[in-house]
């Protein structure tokens, strides 16, 4: 997977370095194209922003150092889709992440200011997508996140232990809770199947619980979501136990 970021501030993306992206990139299945619209000034000034037509605060990016940028980018990236993080765009979620990694690259223009000129996107921008409902100073951090859910997804970035599947949200639940050493944690106990050996059985609780807490927590997850006869009933008995443990205490 290809992935070219169009940024004012590449050494930002010095942090896709580590960890799971980090070991795509080293690893083949994925390279980092970084490209500086300033790069592609003319002025002695080198600069980037200019003021909105119609005024207001705030100052908006240049045309020309982006047109430039660009041009470029897609000339080494030609079959990547032009990607404009912006709280305007289509929400990203894990269907998005699934659909961008089965594409060859992905070119992501991270803008900073108050934006860029609307003409620079009818004419050079294919899709714009936002990664949720708040602001950010800038598409960089959207970029990384979005790079990020799709790297996990490449063929070979997770180990089988780590197999995407098993991830929170590709069974379109919540994920059960975790433990791992010491079974007594200052009286606070392992919940017992975990240690029984049992392993039907310990995969039903699991199922459970994420069915508990989806319900709990995402209940609009859960009316996205068919369940199974067997996840109904679980659910049910998690209600059931769950009732009867708020009305007790
Ligand atoms: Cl993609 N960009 C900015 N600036 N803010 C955001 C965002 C993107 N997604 C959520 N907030």
Redesign the pocket.
Known sequence: MRFDVISLFPEMFKAAEHGVTGKALQGKQASLHLWNPRDYTKDNHRTVDDRPYGGGPGMVMKVDPLKAVLQQARQAAPDSRVIY???Q?QRFDQKAAREMAKRSGIMLLA?RYEGIDERLIDCCVDEE???????????EL?AMVIMDAVTRLLPGVLGHAESAEQDSYMNGLLDFPQYTRPDDLDGRSVPEVLLSGDHAAIERWRLQQALGRTWLRRPDLLEQRELSAEEQRLLEEFIRTHQGASASS
């Open positions: 993080l912006t709280p765009g803008g997508w936002s990664i949720g409902d708040y602001v950010l100073s800038g598409g959207a």
